[in-house]
């Protein structure tokens, strides 16, 4: 059972689900416990799944961006942190695949080791002084340039996956104040995961904070400058609505068999005859059918567009992440109403659900920024 060996999108979504039915019975134990699913990791690099987006040319499978999304719903619909977390890696291979500045043999060499050796990577851009780097804050991680040698020193928070990861993407402050990206492996001296990852949402994530201590770097992993200002919109990062939509139909479904099944003494057949419920599951599909147009189309219009005609999409991008977000928390929010008191229940996965997917209002790009760019667009027009 290999994803490596399939030929057709239906074959993989197949694998993908059957592996992932494990991941929904771990899920509420991971929940409870504030654990990380190493388990579930391990699982999808068993079936080639880490690797699905390298290129041809390195010994990947070169999936799209809208043929491995549909993979990403499916995961998320087991278990969200299991699909956020996954997700950075394969967005992140995606792009470095797709279009990197980065020196060729860096950018061989780790393309090689995610096929070979199941090597994870996540970036490391947040930290707690600047709050999210999409809001333009500097890096208070410095590089200090020392012969051949970078010495990185600096703390970054939310780094998702942490425990699993072999690699992160490290943006930090050089002297004459620029900012550049550097791979640090985890087996670096200095390289240190302090685990400060307590919330009530995606607590399968792991994302602790990663400690850099004097970390010393051959010149060969400075990979790329930050331009200021120069932010290049990124089809990869629809891994997030994207893993929102998979909670929201997990949801959904916990509400459909309830209903079916839930039978009150004051009623002469189950609740899914109320006319009441079937409104509301039926606002349900509508919202997952819409989102699934919005999700895809977008993906699909990213992966046929021209590198200068992806210049011109972040407004799509954010628009759709900012759509398919708020129709999950809603998704959510009614299925909960059609289960009633039981859905606050701990031992039902539906208070899981509801608190996960407000994890995405969190999520890049935010709402605010997102509204403004399309209001601003719109004025110009």
Request: glycine share 6%; aromatic share 8%.
């Amino acid at each position: 059972m290999h994803l490596h060996k399939c030929n057709t999108q239906e074959e993989r979504r197949k694998i993908v689900k059957q592996v992932a039915s494990a991941f929904a019975e771990r899920a509420q134990k991971h929940d409870e416990e504030n654990s990380f699913p190493v388990e579930n990791i391990e699982d999808l690099k068993q079936i080639g799944y880490t690797s699905l987006a390298v290129p041809k040319s390195y010994g990947g499978q070169g999936l799209s961006i809208s043929e491995w999304l549909p993979l990403q719903e499916i995961i998320a619909e087991a278990d969200g942190s299991t699909a956020l977390s996954i997700g950075w890696h394969m967005g992140l291979t995606t792009q470095i695949g797709e279009r990197s500045n980065w020196p060729h043999h860096i950018r061989e060499r780790i393309l090689k080791k995610i096929v070979t050796n199941h090597s994870l990577i996540n970036a490391a851009a947040s930290e707690p002084e600047t709050g999210s780097p999409t809001r333009g804050g500097k890096p208070t991680t410095r590089a200090l340039k020392k012969n051949d040698y970078w010495i990185i020193t600096g703390r970054k928070s939310f780094t998702s996956m942490a425990p699993a990861l072999d690699y992160f993407i490290v943006s930090a402050t050089l002297e004459d104040e620029q900012v550049g990206n550097f791979l640090i492996p985890k087996s670096q001296t200095g390289v240190e995961i302090i685990e400060t990852w307590n919330t009530i949402a995606m607590r399968g994530t792991a994302s602790h904070d990663l400690h850099l201590n004097q970390v010393t770097l051959p010149n060969e992993y400075f990979l790329e400058m930050i331009q200021p200002g120069s932010k290049r919109p990124a089809g990869w990062l629809l891994h997030i609505p994207a893993c929102y939509l998979g909670i929201a139909q997990a949801a959904q479904n916990f509400a459909i068999d309830f209903a079916n099944s839930y039978a009150p003494n004051s009623l002469n057949s189950p609740i899914k005859d109320l006319p009441t419920v079937q409104m509301k599951i039926g606002e349900n599909e509508a919202d997952l059918i819409q989102s699934r147009y919005f999700l895809y189309g977008v993906a699909e219009k990213w992966d046929r567009s021209t590198d200068e005609d992806r210049m011109l999409m972040q407004a799509e991008l954010g628009a759709a992440k900012y759509q398919i977000v708020n129709a999950a928390v809603q998704i959510v929010d009614r299925a909960m109403r059609v289960v009633g008191a039981q859905s606050l229940f701990k031992e039902h996965a539906l208070q899981r659900f509801y608190r996960d997917v407000r994890a995405g209002l969190h999520n890049p790009p935010m709402d605010d920024r997102t509204l403004t760019t399309l209001g601003i667009n719109a004025l110009k027009e």
